[in-house]
């Protein structure tokens, strides 16, 4: 049985369809997918995240403890501050990306995705062991709220003294949101400005309420996964279980730069991410067949989907993992891996049951705001 959020009568209420994601039934439109995706764009858009998990890691070393169980430098990162990063197996392949915030000297968060929240806390708990630090997966306790696009300062600024302003992206402060304390973090997933609110689950409710109150007039109106995931792919933002996998290492995925060879120590993957690091420059995959994430952009208007093959005179070439109309651009988009050597020679085309629609490559990602 799928897991409720603390908004689902509020979802029910708006007359949201509901779906099953990642075991929580989960708002995936309240109406038109289009209309709130390009309410994000131009406006703003309210989101549930409250199915993703949230894993405190407290203690005198708990960043070294960190340091050792994720790719990225996460000692070094300062009070305040966020960091994308992702905990891969020994073998250096992603088990899930995450994004770490440094709330206070001896205290982070790790957000983890909801497929994979539960595994990341066992995870962390077996490799921080060896250190002066303890796990505290807190998932159940916390919601997430989201108010993404070019108004969302606007909006948000009526409700909170916070210095919005003053907080840089990937970011995070605690302040009091509409009366509720709260962590407002400056990340997203939608190519746009916005901020993220941890909220205690019984405040989730009246925050919800109080932030469409103050997005009357604006443009704020509530967005669903379906729309969500529209706007990361326009981001060329990726999915885990799509462009992130068990079969994967960060390097595979374009996203080398995350992994943090030059920090002190060893840490988990790390001779596997050094030797796979080193054949950078050949873009071979972990199985040793060379692959290189791109965009495909259709010239048509048939859309490739998730697991189509991507051909090039008629052999495969490579397989889409992500694909959906475009709002901003106003054709099929689609983020695929593909052979170096035929994203090279171009003549690309995507098997769409049967029929091979030419496309063409372009760099990631697709959408990017106006600054």
Known sequence: ?????????????????????AGWLMP?????????????????????LSHMGEIFVTGPQAGEALDYALVGWLS??????????????????????????RLAPEEFLVVANASNYSMVARELTAR????DARVDDRSGSYALVAVQGPKSTEILRTLTDADLEGLKYYAGLPATVAGFEALIARTG?????????????????????ALTEAGEGLGLIPAGLSA???LRLEAGMPLYGNELTADLTPFDAGLGRVVRLDKPGDFVGRAALTERAALADQEAGPDGTARRLVGLVARGRRVPRHGYPVTRDGVVVGEVTSGAPSQSLGKPIAMAYVSPSAVEAGGLAVDIR????????????????SK
């Open 1 to 21: 049985m799928s897991r409720s959020t603390p908004l689902r009568e509020v979802h029910e209420a708006l007359g949201a369809t509901l779906t099953d994601f």
């Open 28 to 48: 995936l439109r309240y109406g038109s997918e289009s209309v709130e995706h390009n309410a994000v764009r131009t406006a703003a858009g309210l989101f549930d």
């Open 76 to 101: 070094a990162l300062d009070v305040g501050r966020a960091r994308y990063t992702m905990i891969v197996n020994g073998d250096g392949r992603v088990l899930d990306d995450l994004i770490v915030y």
């Open 128 to 131: 921080a062991e060896p250190y």
């Open 189 to 209: 997933y939608t190519g746009e400005d916005g901020f993220e609110l941890f909220v205690r689950n019984e405040d989730a409710a009246p925050l919800w309420n």
């Open 228 to 230: 969500r995931d529209t």
């Open 354 to 369: 049967g029929s091979h629609e030419p496309v063409d490559v372009v760099d990631l990602p697709f959408y990017r705001r």
